[in-house]
């Protein structure tokens, strides 16, 4: 298992409402990326967090918003909750040191469902 | 911005058989090459990788192998037992070269 824990693991809200969820990363690693995973598909990519700054955005409305604190750990804020909001979402922590193609190790995942 | 395709999207082999998954990217600059096995419920989880420097790297029973010139890498994995049922994600790194992007899954079933 990786050290990487979200949490929490399942939620439930309705449509208009927000949602945080959490991420802590793997000892030593300073990047945070954020996945959206829907039912039978491939991890697609939200954002990610390094050294407190967005570093690179995936195809996302900008209600979908995100957090790095001093210890590395994340947030990701969803606001205005759609139907098809409801997905798996992945943090994935990584250490990056500027170069490309670094490891990533996911977390279990919050599985969100907006009714 | 990069694409990944994968292929076949659900593989059914007899226990002890070898199972082989394809990927093709198109960013010629990519360099890393993780594969991921997710099993029901469960976070993905990286079981080998390559970089582009090298053209094979094996791991006990699974293998992967990178043809840069075509563009596509390979998973294999021989003498599949029923642990081994999942559904299997290749990546690339996107134009920043840190994040991923994956192909749509494999899902392979070993029957016993």
């Known amino acids: 298992e990786t050290g990487v824990t979200q949490s929490p693991t399942h939620l439930i809200k309705t449509r208009g409402q927000q949602v945080t969820l959490r991420c802590s990363s793997q000892s030593g690693h300073n990047t945070v990326s954020w996945y959206q995973q829907a039912l039978g598909q491939g991890p697609q990519f939200i954002f990610q967090?390094?050294?407190?700054?967005?570093?690179g955005r995936g195809n996302f409305p900008p209600r979908f918003s995100g957090l790095q604190f001093p210890n590395y750990s994340s947030e990701l804020n969803v606001n205005a909750l759609e139907l098809d909001d409801s997905a798996l979402y992945l943090c994935?922590?990584?250490?990056?040191?500027?170069?490309?193609?670094?490891?990533?190790?996911f977390g279990p995942g919050t599985r969100l469902l907006v009714l | 911005g990069e694409n990944v395709e994968q292929h076949p999207s659900t593989l059914s082999v007899q226990e002890g058989d070898s199972a082989v998954i394809k990927c093709t990217y198109s960013?010629?600059?990519?360099?890393?090459f993780p594969w991921y096995k997710q099993e029901l419920g469960k976070r993905p989880q990286l079981i080998i990788d390559i970089r582009s420097n090298v053209g094979e790297k094996k791991d006990q029973r699974i293998a992967v192998t990178l043809n840069k010139t075509a563009k596509h890498f390979s998973l294999h994995i021989t003498e599949t037992q029923p642990e081994d049922s999942a559904v299997y994600f290749c990546a690339a790194p996107d134009n920043y070269g840190q994040n991923f992007v994956f192909g749509p899954g494999t899902r392979l079933s070993v029957l016993p």
């Open positions: 960013d010629s600059a990519s360099n890393y």
């Open positions: 994935a922590s990584s250490l990056s040191v500027g170069g490309a193609g670094e490891t990533q190790y």
């Open positions: 967090y390094y050294r407190e700054e967005e570093n």
